[in-house]
């Protein structure tokens, strides 16, 4: 009996040495692996033409490490002793460990997409907005976290109908408790389905007038032309007027020129005419849409509207270009001998007859 109880225990000593073994030499695995084999991989993977293969790699470089820790579980499992690894909660338990695996890569892998679907639109010229893109890589996130949990509960037994009956129950309850949360997630569809704006683009509402950064679900942010990052409610925004000034072809320049009433025809003439060549021969001034004409007699002055517009609507440019011709209409006015208009007023003293009898009589007393 003796000899039996010593075989035994040196059998299980052994099994046990065997799953150590194989579960240190899965761990020496995963340290190959995660320093050598798989820089080896993104290193050949980097060279194909397209980054959608380094992206999944890239994704799936931690899940692949825990795959490791799991398969030497598994197989280490088989010879300890007095475990059972046709456990139904054991197996449950790999089977769940390698689904949560899958779905960390793919939700690691939706982080990146945004920048899948920005190359889409520079390779293949697909309209795939870019104020689109964060609600689709958010969207993908959630159904793959959705599906996961499903599967995972199905695992272990859970009905999943009852599960989902519960979610809508508690939805509904939900949705009137957070009636302006759900307010701004529908103003975020609204403003994603109509695409009144972009990011990046230049908007001016009567809450805000900046630059998009970003857009959520429940709020957009906007920079303003002081640097202050402002958060602005989707459901404001989507019930505000809202201008986008990135979507100007061209920009306008008006304004009225007003020169003296000293002015004779003639020059006035001359310095329309000059208005308008240099107007119409400026290259970034846009042909289409230019007015330079006498336009009224106002009260300090002739008054000259010019009404056109430039070709380019950034700001920098715009004003670079309203500069010239500023400058170029003062050369013109100096070369003409026309000086501008300066609002002034004359002042009439009227001397009634009393005062001037009574200024006569103390003339005449000597007074």
Request: charged share 20%; with cysteine.
């Amino acid at each position: 009996m003796f000899i039996l109880g010593t075989w035994v225990s040196y059998e299980v000593l052994e099994n046990i040495a065997i799953s150590m073994g194989i579960f240190i030499l899965f761990m020496i695995f995963r340290k190959i692996f995660s320093r050598y084999v798989f820089k080896f991989l993104l290193w050949v993977v980097k060279k194909a033409p397209s980054d959608f293969f380094s992206q999944v790699m890239l994704a799936f470089e931690k899940p692949l490490q825990w795959v490791f820790l799991i398969l030497g579980v598994s197989l280490s499992a088989e010879y300890l002793p007095y475990f059972n690894e046709n456990n139904p909660l054991y197996l449950s338990l790999i089977r769940s460990s390698l689904i949560f695996l899958i779905g960390w890569g793919l939700v690691n892998l939706s982080s990146s997409s945004s920048i899948f679907f920005k190359n889409l639109n520079n390779k293949y010229s697909m309209e795939i907005d870019e104020i689109l893109i964060p609600f689709l890589s958010k969207a993908l996130k959630v159904i793959i976290v959705a599906i996961c949990f499903s599967i995972i509960a199905q695992e272990f037994g859970y009905n999943i109908s009852g599960f989902v009956a519960g979610l809508g129950i508690g939805g509904l309850a939900i949705s009137l408790a957070a009636k302006d949360a759900l307010g701004n997630l529908v103003g975020g569809v609204v403003i994603i389905s109509e695409r009144p704006f972009s990011i990046g683009d230049w908007i001016m509402t009567p809450s805000v007038e900046g630059t998009v950064e970003d857009i959520s679900f429940r709020s957009t942010k906007v920079r303003t032309f002081a640097q202050a990052l402002v958060t602005v409610p989707n459901s404001t925004l989507a019930n505000e007027n809202i201008t986008n000034w990135s979507k100007m072809g061209k920009r306008q320049i008006s304004f009225n020129l007003r020169v003296s009433y000293d002015t004779p025809r003639g020059k006035l003439e001359d310095v329309v005419k000059q208005l308008k060549y240099l107007v119409t021969q400026h290259e970034e001034i846009d042909p289409e849409t230019i007015f330079t004409t006498f336009d009224k007699y106002s009260e300090n002055g002739y008054e000259i509207f010019l009404y056109f517009f430039t070709k380019t609507t950034v700001w920098g440019e715009f004003l670079r270009i309203k500069e010239e011709i500023n400058f170029e209409i003062m050369k013109i006015l100096e070369n003409e001998g026309v000086s501008i208009a300066v609002p002034a007023r004359k002042l009439y003293a009227e001397t009634r007859k009393e005062d001037q009898f009574r200024a006569g009589s103390v003339y005449e007393n000597g007074e």
